[in-house]
């Protein structure tokens, strides 16, 4: 075990699988104490056995959820906000500009956005008496660029980018050493991804057309991503607030050539 973060407690939502699990995977081999909160009880509760974590479950768009949680555990050294979803869970619906219902477009801002702002206002409550403290949200690559079949989706995690540097300013405006930064990935392999691959020959088309314009030419490792949430909720960041970290492949750098072609530009 390493110890970066040892003596913290942190808070990650969205974690009984995917980006969150690995995040406080991650955060418990670095020596911290982790709570893992997720919406899905049957998950959370395996999560929890398998890694040795506290565990509660949580609606982040659920506003009395986060009031149980903060009678429950009124002081936080991390927030990771990472929970989350795309719209297409339960399969193919129209999410483009054109033809995405209203209900549709705000179900994806309720847990993406409101859960972040309701996350980050625990967040703050939870650290504010210490006066520091690390907020992470999760957003995307598609919040950095416009995505057409996924509106709300690209909509919401751009939000989320947003807020986050607000955050940021608000809590250096009361003097508080509490950083709030934005990770966002790209294509990262998870359950996420599951509904839009598919299956059997059909599946290996789908991840080689889904990573065709990334330059490293595959998907990220949810463990890659949670290296980044160590650096920035560990005291070896204590400088870096209201940024954004791209872990992407390399997809918003511009284009690459394929791995052995000549550069004729």
């Known amino acids: 075990m390493a110890d970066r973060m040892t003596g913290k407690y942190c808070v990650v939502t969205g974690a009984a699988r995917g980006i969150g699990r690995a995040i406080a995977e991650a955060f418990i081999h670095e020596g911290a104490t982790v709570l893992l909160t997720d919406c899905d009880a049957e998950s959370l509760t395996a999560a929890g056995e398998e890694l040795g974590c506290e565990t509660m479950v949580l609606d982040v768009q ?35 500009p054109e033809h995405a219902s209203l209900e ?50 690209a909509s919401s995690k751009a939000a989320i980018r947003n807020h986050s540097k607000s955050v940021a300013l608000y809590c250096a405006q009361q003097g508080w050493q509490i950083r709030c930064n934005s990770i966002h990935p790209a294509a990262i392999m998870t359950p996420m991804w599951e509904p839009m691959l598919g299956e059997g020959e059909k599946r290996a088309a789908s991840e080689a057309a889904m990573v065709r314009d ?21 005291d070896e960041a204590a400088y870096i607030t209201g940024s954004e970290l791209n872990i992407d492949g390399g997809i918003l750098a511009g284009s690459a050539a394929s791995p052995g072609q000549a550069d004729d530009a």
């Open 62 to 96: 659920v506003e009395a959820d986060w009031e149980r949680l903060a009678s429950v555990q009124p002081i936080a050294d991390v927030v990771v906000n990472n929970a989350g979803v795309t719209g297409f869970e339960s399969g193919h619906v129209a999410h483009d």
């Open 104 to 153: 549709d477009w705000r179900a994806v801002h309720r847990i993406n956005l409101d859960g972040t702002f309701l996350g980050c206002r625990y967040a703050i409550g939870a650290m504010k008496e210490k006066g520091s403290g690390s907020i992470i949200n999760i957003s995307s690559r598609s919040g950095l660029v416009g995505i057409p079949g996924a509106a709300a989706y």
């Open 214 to 234: 990334t330059p490293l030419r595959r998907f990220g490792e949810a463990s890659e991503v949670a290296a980044i949430a160590v650096l920035l909720a560990s």
